[in-house]
T-cell receptor
Framework: AQTVTQSQPEMSVQEAETVTLSCTYDTSESDYYLFWYKQPPSRQMILVIRQEAYKQQNATENRFSVNFQKAAKSFSLKISDSQLGDAAMYFCAYRSAGPGGKLIFGQGTELSVKP | KAGVTQTPRYLIKTRGQQVTLSCSPISGHRSVSWYQQTPGQGLQFLFEYFSETQRNKGNFPGRFSGRQFSNSRSEMNVSTLELGDSALYLC????????????????FGPGTRLTVL
C-alpha cells in the first residue's frame, strides 16, 4: 500500500521570504501522480501544483515549484515570495496512474505567514 | 461554470441515526470521489464513482455507502451513526473523459460538516 508522510506539522515564514514544505512517499509503482493541495480556513481544497512521475522536469506554477526526487521518493513544495494569503494547511497527495481518482494524502503541514 | 456543491453544509445527528449527504459535480464531470477528514485520521478516501459505477473503495465499514445517478450527482449514506463518524466530508469531481483518469485535476466541494452526538 502507498503511504505519504509530511514530517512538518507546522511551518512559519516571513512575508516575502521562501519556504519549503517536505513530503515523502512510499510506493512500489513506477507510474503515478503527485499533488500539493492547499486548504485555507474556509476548508475549500485547492490544487496548487501537480507532477507526473515519468516527467523528470520539476513542475512550477508561478511562485510555487516542486523538487521531485523519484529515487528518493521525495516531493517538496517551495513557495517563493510568500504572501499572507498563502497561510493555510498544505497537503501532499499521491495517486496511482490508471483509472481511479483515489488520492492518498499526507497528514498536512500548517503554514503561517508573518507580516 | 459552477463549482462542486455539497448539501447540506452542516448536519447534526445522534448516534444510531442514518444520514445522506449529496454532491453535485461540475457540469460535464463524470467522476465523483468522497473523502472523510478528521483531526485524528486526516483525509481518508471513502469511494469513487464513475458513470454510475463504484470504481474504487477505501477501507471503511459497510455502514458507509454511496451511489451515483445518471446526471453524475452522487450521494453517500452512513447508517447507524457512531460518535467517530463526526467529520468533514469532502466530495471531489473530475472530468476524466476517457475514463482513464490521467492527471485530471480533482475539484473539491466546500464539504459537509457532520456532528454526531
Amino acid at each position: 500500500a502507498q503511504t505519504v508522510t509530511q514530517s512538518q506539522p507546522e511551518m512559519s515564514v516571513q512575508e516575502a521570504e521562501t519556504v519549503t514544505l517536505s513530503c515523502t512517499y512510499d510506493t512500489s509503482e513506477s507510474d503515478y501522480y503527485l499533488f500539493w493541495y492547499k486548504q485555507p480556513p474556509s476548508r475549500q481544497m485547492i490544487l496548487v501544483i501537480r507532477q507526473e512521475a515519468y516527467k523528470q522536469q520539476n513542475a512550477t506554477e508561478n511562485r510555487f515549484s516542486v523538487n521531485f526526487q523519484k529515487a528518493a521518493k521525495s516531493f517538496s513544495l517551495k513557495i517563493s515570495d510568500s504572501q499572507l494569503g498563502d497561510a493555510a494547511m498544505y497537503f501532499c497527495a499521491y495517486r496511482s496512474a490508471g483509472p481511479g481518482g483515489k488520492l492518498i494524502f499526507g497528514q498536512g503541514t500548517e503554514l503561517s505567514v508573518k507580516p | 461554470k459552477a463549482g462542486v456543491t455539497q448539501t447540506p453544509r452542516y448536519l447534526i445527528k445522534t448516534r444510531g441515526q442514518q444520514v445522506t449527504l449529496s454532491c453535485s459535480p461540475i457540469s460535464g464531470h463524470r467522476s465523483v470521489s468522497w473523502y472523510q477528514q478528521t483531526p485524528g485520521q486526516g483525509l481518508q478516501f471513502l469511494f469513487e464513482y464513475f458513470s454510475e459505477t463504484q470504481r474504487n473503495k477505501g477501507n471503511f465499514p459497510g455502514r458507509f455507502s454511496g451511489r451515483q445517478f445518471s446526471n453524475s450527482r452522487s450521494e453517500m449514506n452512513v447508517s447507524t451513526l457512531e460518535l467517530g463518524d463526526s467529520a468533514l466530508y469532502l466530495c471531489a469531481s473530475s472530468f476524466d473523459p476517457s475514463g482513464t483518469s490521467g492527471i485530471n485535476e480533482q475539484f473539491f466541494g466546500p464539504g459537509t460538516r457532520l456532528t454526531v452526538l
